[in-house]
């Protein structure tokens, strides 16, 4: 495997393009040989929450969405999800009693407990992107 690899991938903002983003996301982490394990199984869920926000926040303002992994060997996976909606995800109280609304909250909390980074950035369209780092030391091969 190379020390490096990225992939990317456009979806429409689509309900059904969330497992599709999910079944993608799969599919590149068992073609570089990550397929098992906790973290790739948080990986998934990650990327189907940030999917279901980039359809759902964006209020049909962005048409699509972007997925981005990238893994450094012995160092990262990372994964954003980019979409063409200028507002950026907001922080529920923890009082707040809501029947959804908590897909950040899930997403930052499986961030913390990989020790990994969750972060949101602008994009040159006036979107943003939502991203986690994760650590993902990957053993060498012999």
């Known amino acids: 495997m190379a020390d490096h690899q990225e992939a990317s991938f456009t979806l429409p903002s689509d309900p059904a393009s969330v497992s599709a983003a ?7 982490l068992t073609e570089w040989g ?28 962005s048409p699509t969405f972007t997925v981005d992994l990238r893994l450094d060997r012995d160092e990262e996976l990372y994964l954003g999800v980019a979409d063409s909606h200028p507002r950026w995800p907001q922080r529920l109280p923890a009082a ?3 029947d ?8 930052r909390a499986l961030t913390k407990e990989h020790g990994g980074r969750l972060g ?22 012999a």
């Open 22 to 28: 999910r079944r993608h996301v799969a599919r590149v």
């Open 34 to 61: 990550l397929a098992d394990g906790d973290t790739a199984d948080t990986v998934r869920l990650i990327v189907s929450e940030l999917a279901t926000n980039a359809v759902q926040h964006t209020f049909g303002q």
């Open 96 to 98: 707040v009693r809501q």
């Open 100 to 107: 959804n609304g908590r897909g950040m909250v899930i997403i």
């Open 120 to 141: 949101v950035s602008p994009t040159a369209d006036g979107g943003k992107t939502v991203s986690v780092a994760l650590p993902w030391p990957v053993p060498a091969q």
